[in-house]
């Protein structure tokens, strides 16, 4: 009886501090446009939860599959930040009108979707798997494996080419997406 009671105690914590990751997620696909309830996409991110936990769990090698989660988030996040640190600090010099954002997109001064950002983390993308060496076949890149004997430097490159591509793209295809402060975000 008391091994029940110790158990529900420790199931408890993780639970608890999980709501707000499955929560969190159900608003993140929420703000992307999705056409269903709250709760509806809140279920999915649960499920979505689960089965990824599970799959962990049934590993051979919990330690070189967390390893290899790892290696993929590495290999998108580099060119985000690229992009994103490209656009805040040069591009727009940090300059933000934050109410701006939370307006329709179709009457927002930053518009909906940047296409050249896209198009920049693609190409940061790209060229970070070229340099990936991880656990994971698919995500090796050729010259990483070929020409840097597996030193894996994606993050470097990721980020460097991502945010030089959004630079360079920036002018011509985002530059109606760059509008002046109004407000607050003047001083």
């Known amino acids: 009886f008391m091994s029940l009671l110790v158990l529900l105690m420790v199931l408890h914590g993780p639970v608890a501090t999980n709501i707000l990751n499955v929560y969190s997620a159900a608003l993140a696909a929420l703000s992307m446009g999705l056409r269903l ?7 999915i991110a649960g499920v979505v939860g689960y089965v990824v936990t599970v799959y962990f769990v049934f590993q051979p090698s919990f330690a070189k599959a967390f390893d290899n989660w790892m290696i993929s988030l590495l290999l998108w996040m580099s060119p985000w930040a690229g992009v994103v ?57 050729p010259i990483s494996t070929r020409l840097l004997g597996g030193a894996d430097l994606s ?18 295809v985002a530059s109606v997406a760059v509008p002046q402060p109004t407000g607050a975000a003047r001083r």
């Open 37 to 43: 309830s709250r709760t509806a996409v809140a279920l």
């Open 85 to 141: 640190l490209a656009d805040f600090f040069i591009a727009r010099r940090g300059r933000i009108d934050v109410a701006e954002l939370y307006r329709d997109p179709e009457r927002c001064a930053y518009g909906d979707v940047n296409w050249g950002a896209i198009v920049a983390f693609v190409v940061g993308l790209v060229a970070g798997w070229s340099v990936e060496d991880g656990l994971v076949p698919a995500l090796q890149g």
């Open 155 to 172: 993050w470097l490159v990721g980020i460097v080419v991502a945010g030089g591509a959004y630079l360079s793209l920036g002018r011509r």
